[in-house]
């Protein structure tokens, strides 16, 4: 077995567990009570959830009213673009695989080579068709880290009579979102990726949207979303909401350990590229290439060394694709095939960048010696 520590470094696939999420999940295993019971224990649930609630809703600068509980980011965007029947859909060339599958016939708004979604082309695409619109636009994605401008984009929207869905899942945590600022008309949230549990997230929704839920059978969230509430999941999404929202200092840390790593691997290897490096970014994203070495080669190198990174979004039971997104942004299809992400979180330390920079450049030289 191998001696070495090993470095999580595919923390925008999902972040570790908070321990004290854990610790607090535990205690509500151990409760009975459906928060939509009328008798004390039902209270005492309901009371929990509504804490989870608020504590998710200040994250984001929201009312406890507009947050609705999920299984995760990928139903709350299925919810917010299904259900607003009716409406046109427009969404970015760069948005995640479940905005893709739940508007499939969505009119594509193009990027830059930076990986920035074309406002004049969102212009011109809401000027150019007279039906009420809904435009869907990440805040950060998920590959690169490249932040959009969502602000600028709701105010041309709501210029053309349009509504606007912002899937927040990967800034969340990483960066101060303010739905209030940024006017997103709905916005995605996951617990997972602020150190909350699998399978919880949430939607934001003003309560006078005419929002049709998807799921029915049952009166929870407001009548928008059926089903008993998951309860220690939404306790455990609560509290990493919580410290989440007092942690972002942690960030200016991981930013510059980013930075360093970059500097580091492109010294080493001239012949790299890292996708989106002059673009607005998350402080924890690098999307690199490896010139004539397969992403799925890095990842199983990189792995049997010890460190751990994603090819692509780590959304596709574990194959590796081309990245529509690379792809969107004008990358050459050679290119985009060579890509990683390696992606860094709160805990991540200068040893795991090390060890990072370390198994990267012997892979690196080693595929130069072979090639010789």
């Known amino acids: 077995m191998p001696s070495f520590n090993p ?27 459906n928060p939509s019971s009328v008798h004390r ?13 608020r504590q998710v809703a200040a994250l984001v600068n929201a009312a406890p009213a507009e947050i609705i509980f999920t299984s995760g980011g990928t139903e709350a965007n299925h919810l917010a673009l299904r259900g607003l029947a009716g409406r046109r859909l427009i969404i970015s060339a760069i948005e995640h695989d479940s905005v893709r599958a ?7 708004l193009p990027v830059t080579p930076d990986g920035i979604a074309d406002l004049g082309a969102l212009e011109q ?10 435009v869907s636009l990440m805040l950060a994605n998920n590959e690169t880290g490249v932040i959009q401008p969502v602000g600028e984009a709701v105010r041309l929207a709501h210029r053309h009579g349009a509504l606007l869905h912002c899937d927040a899942v990967q800034a969340a945590g990483k960066i101060p979102v303010d739905r209030r600022a940024l006017g997103a008309d709905l916005l995605t949230l996951s617990a997972h990726k602020i150190g909350g549990p699998m399978g919880v997230g949430a939607l934001v929704a ?24 998951n309860l220690p999941g939404t306790i455990g999404f609560g509290i990493a909401a919580e410290i989440a929202a007092r942690s972002f200092d942690d960030y200016a840390r991981v930013a510059a350990l980013r930075d360093a790593a970059e500097r580091r691997l492109l010294t080493m290897a001239p012949d790299a ?23 799925s080669t890095q990842v199983m190198s990189l792995d049997l060394a010890g460190v751990m990174v994603s090819a ?10 081309r990245s529509h997104v690379l792809e969107a942004m004008g990358v050459a299809p050679a290119e985009a095939d060579c890509a990683i992400r390696i992606s860094l979180g709160w805990s991540t330390s200068e040893a795991e960048i090390d060890h990072l920079v370390e198994a990267w450049g012997v892979l690196y030289a080693r595929t130069r010696a072979s090639a010789a």
Not at 41 to 53: D, V, Y
Not at 102 to 108: E, G, K, N, V
Not at 206 to 229: H, I, K, N, V, W
Not at 286 to 294: E, L
């Open 102 to 108: 739940a508007a499939p016939d969505a009119a594509i």
């Open 41 to 53: 224990q039902g209270r005492e649930a309901k009371r929990a959830l509504e804490q989870a609630r």
């Open 125 to 134: 695409m809401l000027a150019a068709d007279a039906r009420t619109a809904l």
């Open 312 to 321: 692509g979004a780590a959304c596709s039971s574990g194959k590796v694709k």
């Open 7 to 33: 470095a999580y470094l595919d923390w925008n696939a999902t972040a570790p567990l908070r321990p004290e999420a854990a610790a607090t999940m535990t205690e509500a295993l151990a409760r009975t009570g």
């Open 273 to 295: 590229h890292i996708f989106g490096i002059t673009a607005p970014r998350l402080p924890n994203t690098i999307c690199i290439s490896m010139p004539n070495v397969a992403a």
């Open 206 to 229: 003003s309560p006078d949207l005419p929002l049709q839920a998807l799921q029915t059978g049952g009166g929870q969230e407001r009548g928008r979303r059926a089903g008993t509430e």
